[in-house]
């Protein structure tokens, strides 16, 4: 089974500062994928960065990097020169040996001008 | 390409009453996902379709069921609604041939069961 947990309800940044979103899973597959998807109050989720668990390099994207902790099962989203545009839900999710992502409770992100 | 498309984006039914709501997947895409969304349990996985077969299935009772068809378009019924199943139904697809790949969401129906 997988499990995905975010522990922070809601975060707050301010305009071109840095934020980072904690994420902590749990799964019982040796090959696995792990994403941050984003998902702002127009509703369309869309990809923010995906991580295959066997590179140990962690993924960059633009103002959106991760830090994977892999022994400690720990994925986290860090986002640099925050933007206005960044405000919105941000959802860690899992998958592994199929299809299925299994998402945390997501993180509600604030952006202050 | 085109994206993702939900049909309809709105519903509104009474309890008792079924419902079928559409998805059709980026081209080329043979995978769907179904997902649920609600405030207190989140995103829920309910069921995957790769080339007409339900490959994948998460935990929800009989009452939800999905097809898919030839051209990879596919439909999710939920028979006898319950007030609980008020939820925003989002779903995905993807190539489906290998493990990791990113699913690309639909804008999602929002169900509402009064």
């Known amino acids: 089974a997988q499990t995905v947990t975010q522990s922070q309800p809601e975060m707050s940044v301010q305009e071109a500062e840095t934020v980072t979103l904690s994420c902590t899973y749990d799964?019982?597959?040796?090959?696995?994928?792990l994403f941050w998807y984003k998902q702002p109050p127009s509703r369309q989720m869309i990809l923010v960065i995906r991580q295959e668990a066997y590179k140990q390099q962690n993924a960059t994207e633009n103002r959106f990097s991760v830090n994977f902790q892999k022994a400690a099962k720990s994925f986290s989203l860090k986002i640099s020169d925050s933007q206005l545009g960044d405000a919105a839900m941000y959802f860690c999710a899992s998958q592994g040996g199929s299809e299925k992502l299994v998402f945390g409770k997501g993180t509600k992100l604030t952006v202050n001008p | 390409k085109a994206g993702v498309t939900q049909t309809p984006r709105y519903l509104i039914k009474t309890r008792g009453q079924q419902v079928t709501l559409s998805c059709s997947p980026i081209?080329?895409?043979?995978?769907v996902s179904w997902y649920q969304q609600t405030p207190g349990q989140g995103l829920q996985f309910l069921f995957e379709y790769f080339s007409e077969t339900q490959r994948n299935k998460g935990n929800f009772p009989g009452r939800f069921s999905g097809r898919q068809f030839s051209n990879s378009r596919s439909e999710m019924n939920v028979s006898t609604l319950e007030l609980g199943d008020s939820a925003l139904y989002l779903c995905?697809?993807?190539?489906?041939?290998?493990?990791?790949?990113?699913?690309?969401f639909g804008p999602g129906t929002r169900l509402t069961v009064l």
């Open positions: 995905a697809s993807s190539p489906g041939d290998r493990g990791g790949n990113e699913q690309f």
């Open positions: 081209s080329g895409h043979r995978s």
């Open positions: 799964t019982s597959e040796s090959d696995y994928y």
